[in-house]
């Protein structure tokens, strides 16, 4: 199979994700041309970010208890595919606001 014929996913994860989070992989998955993405997190976030998330229709928010465990089992679901995992508090505009330059 050609690795553009695969499905392009993003497993993203945090403990606590926000609007930023959201707003980030929104622009990532523009660009990158992605087909699904997941949010996983440990805790529910605020009401205004579940909103913004269902308005986007390729992005999925799992809650769980164990994002390792998560992980893994869509890595298996998307075993064919081309799969990335990303750690939200490293990445985009949150990843940015840290920086100390």
């Known amino acids: 199979m050609i690795l553009e014929d695969k499905e392009r ?3 993203s ?3 606590q994700i926000g609007i930023i989070n959201v707003r980030s992989l929104q622009e990532y998955i523009q660009k990158n041309n992605i087909s699904h993405c997941y ?3 440990n805790h529910m976030p605020h009401q205004n970010v579940v909103d913004f998330v269902k308005k986007i229709d390729i992005i999925e ?5 164990d994002l390792n465990q998560k992980i893994k089992e869509i890595q298996e679901k998307h075993q064919k ?3 990335k995992v ?3 508090d490293d990445f985009g505009e949150k990843n940015l606001m840290r920086d100390a330059a």
């Open 13 to 15: 994860y945090s403990n």
């Open 86 to 88: 990303i750690n939200l």
């Open 61 to 65: 928010m799992i809650i769980s208890s």
């Open 9 to 11: 996913v993003i497993i």
């Open 81 to 83: 595919d081309q799969v």
């Open 39 to 41: 949010i996983l997190t």
